[in-house]
């Protein structure tokens, strides 16, 4: 049995015990949750999709520690909360997040950065099981560009700008830049826009394939919610799986990519929601999951 089938059994078994015997989580976060440097929501017509926006617009939304504490805090929750189909991450039509905060980054030291594994903690948007969209309005650069590539799926308004910019700041980029960017642009545009530091436009960023689309600003977050949504009518259980298959496919070879796909397609024959899915399509009604 090769590496990847071993991990697949032990990843699979674990959503799907984890479907099955998660408790109802109650509801605690709104608009007005107490929180610094975000505000939370639940949005759509069945208010399962989760709208985190960054709120720090003075800053233009620059990363600083406490922001991203607060995200992984959020997300920990609504990943435990069954009523939660999709997540939303946004900022402001001006700024989606302008970078790291420098200012409270300058002072690090080496020995500082490595014996606080510095950035590490920052990557929990890349661990949710469930799927996030960002929502991407104004600059997305540094930081705000690698928490973007952090999530599944990336929707621009189409006065979004892109970049890693780190390289004017004598230093590089340090939460996925050089390593997310080149496997979605390739490697000629990825060391341009890092050794460069210059900035690219939602229209760029789409041809790229970086961007799935392009919304105008204003309809953007509404957008994003309506994909939320769409994506809510599924499955959750199966969701989590297909998500889980497509990062495999980012981070493997294709055979080993392949045979997890295919474990997994497997997989969800042991499941209420695959036999629902198929009887109703049959049956020529609508299918009723019950993330089983």
Same mark, same amino acid.
């Given at each position: 049995?090769?590496?990847?089938?071993?991990?697949?059994?032990?990843?699979? *078994?674990?959503?799907? *015990?984890?479907?099955?015997?998660?408790?109802?989580?109650?509801?605690?976060?709104?608009?007005?949750?107490?929180?610094?440097?975000?505000?939370?929501?639940?949005?759509?017509?069945?208010?399962?999709?989760?709208?985190?926006?960054?709120?720090?617009?003075?800053?233009?939304?620059?990363?600083?520690?406490?922001?991203?504490?607060?995200?992984?805090?959020?997300?920990?929750?609504?990943?435990?909360?069954?009523?939660?189909?999709?997540?939303?991450?946004?900022?402001?039509?001006?700024?989606?997040?302008?970078?790291?905060?420098?200012?409270?980054?300058?002072?690090?030291?080496?020995?500082?950065?490595?014996?606080?594994?510095?950035?590490?903690?920052?990557?929990?948007?890349?661990?949710?099981?469930?799927?996030?969209?960002?929502?991407?309005?104004?600059?997305?650069?540094?930081?705000?560009?690698?928490?973007?590539?952090?999530?599944?799926?990336?929707?621009?308004?189409?006065?979004?700008?892109?970049?890693?910019?780190?390289?004017?700041?004598?230093?590089?980029?340090?939460?996925?830049?050089? *390593?997310?960017?080149?496997?979605?642009?390739?490697?000629?545009?990825?060391?341009?826009?890092?050794?460069?530091?210059?900035?690219?436009?939602?229209?760029?960023?789409?041809?790229?394939?970086?961007?799935?689309?392009?919304?105008?600003?204003?309809?953007?977050?509404?957008?994003?919610?309506?994909?939320?949504?769409?994506?809510?009518?599924?499955?959750?259980?199966?969701?989590?799986?297909?998500?889980?298959?497509?990062?495999?496919?980012?981070?493997?070879?294709?055979?080993?990519?392949?045979?997890?796909?295919?474990?997994?397609?497997?997989?969800?024959?042991?499941?209420?929601?695959?036999?629902?899915?198929?009887?109703?399509?049959?049956?020529?009604?609508?299918?009723?999951?019950?993330?089983?």
């Amino acid at each position: 049995m090769s590496n990847i089938a071993k991990i697949f059994a032990n990843r699979a *078994q674990h959503l799907l *015990q984890a479907a099955a015997k998660q408790p109802q989580f109650v509801q605690r976060f709104s608009a007005a949750a107490n929180f610094e440097f975000i505000k939370t929501e639940l949005a759509g017509a069945n208010k399962n999709v989760a709208v985190i926006t960054l709120n720090r617009p003075k800053a233009l939304n620059a990363l600083c520690n406490g922001l991203m504490k607060e995200l992984s805090s959020v997300l920990d929750d609504y990943e435990k909360d069954k009523n939660v189909a999709a997540i939303v991450i946004t900022g402001n039509e001006k700024a989606f997040a302008a970078g790291a905060d420098i200012k409270e980054m300058q002072p690090n030291t080496y020995p500082h950065c490595i014996l606080s594994n510095f950035l590490n903690d920052w990557t929990r948007v890349a661990k949710c099981q469930k799927p996030i969209i960002a929502a991407v309005n104004g600059y997305a650069l540094g930081g705000g560009c690698e928490l973007a590539m952090m999530c599944d799926i990336i929707y621009a308004g189409d006065k979004a700008k892109f970049g890693q910019p780190e390289i004017a700041l004598g230093t590089i980029p340090g939460a996925g830049g050089t *390593q997310r960017l080149t496997r979605v642009v390739g490697k000629s545009k990825a060391m341009e826009m890092c050794l460069t530091g210059n900035m690219i436009s939602a229209e760029e960023a789409e041809k790229m394939g970086l961007v799935s689309k392009i919304v105008p600003a204003d309809k953007l977050v509404s957008e994003a919610i309506k994909l939320g949504e769409k994506i809510g009518t599924h499955s959750n259980l199966i969701v989590q799986l297909c998500k889980e298959s497509v990062n495999t496919a980012y981070e493997t070879t294709l055979q080993e990519g392949l045979k997890f796909e295919r474990r997994t397609f497997h997989a969800t024959f042991s499941t209420d929601d695959r036999k629902e899915g198929m009887t109703a399509f049959v049956e020529k009604r609508p299918a009723k999951f019950s993330n089983n």
